[in-house]
């Protein structure tokens, strides 16, 4: 597991939250919490059962025409940080924060080719990012959790390598710890 200190809050924040920055905006959301003058929570799993069949058949199909693949367990970063971002924009800094992202299927399968490993797809239980702010320090933690037992450790260490990768494209400058 990779821990990484976030040194420009700023410019990762304005990459997470920003309506046209899609840096983030492929990840599925887990769980994001927010505290300010209150404390809002988002609950990052999808539910099927408020959509028609019909709109649920367009969601599919929109996917499948991006090239993705449709979760029917979480939401896409992109369909929550609106709100995320109006809860907590102000004059004032949040209190503290906590946001739990989890890399998408279609990109697990994309990851997978590229590290020597014998795990499948299936194998992956998720490859996830936790992104914490304690009113002063954002830290980034990294995890791979599988869902079978296997002593092999490649996966965890490309998706820790992949993280690094990501932040520099984006130039997210950090610190690991």
């Not at 499948?64 to 109006?86: D, H, L, N, P, Y």
């Not at 996966?155 to 993280?163: I, L, P, Q, R």
Request: aromatic share 12%; glycine share 4%; with cysteine.
């Amino acid at each position: 597991m990779l821990a990484l200190r976030i040194t420009n809050i700023k410019e990762a924040m304005r990459l997470l939250l920003d309506k046209n920055e899609t840096a983030f905006d492929s990840f599925l959301l887990a769980e994001a919490s927010f505290t300010t003058y209150a404390q809002m929570t988002i609950d990052g799993h999808f539910h099927p059962e408020f959509y028609s069949a019909a709109e649920l058949d367009d969601m599919k199909r929109e996917a499948e025409e991006a090239g993705r693949v449709f979760s029917t367990q979480m939401i896409r970063w992109a369909q929550a940080k609106s709100q995320c971002f109006e809860f907590i924009k102000g004059t004032h800094t949040p209190l503290r924060f906590l946001i739990t992202l989890y890399l998408a299927e279609e990109n697990i399968v994309r990851f997978l080719a590229g590290v020597d490993t014998t795990l499948k797809a299936g194998d992956i239980a998720g490859l996830s990012l936790n992104l914490k702010y304690d009113g002063s320090n954002l830290v980034c933690t990294c995890a791979a959790s599988l869902n079978i037992f296997s002593t092999d450790r490649s996966v965890e260490h490309a998706w820790d390598a992949m993280v690094r990768k990501f932040f520099d494209k984006y130039n997210i400058s950090y610190e690991e710890m």
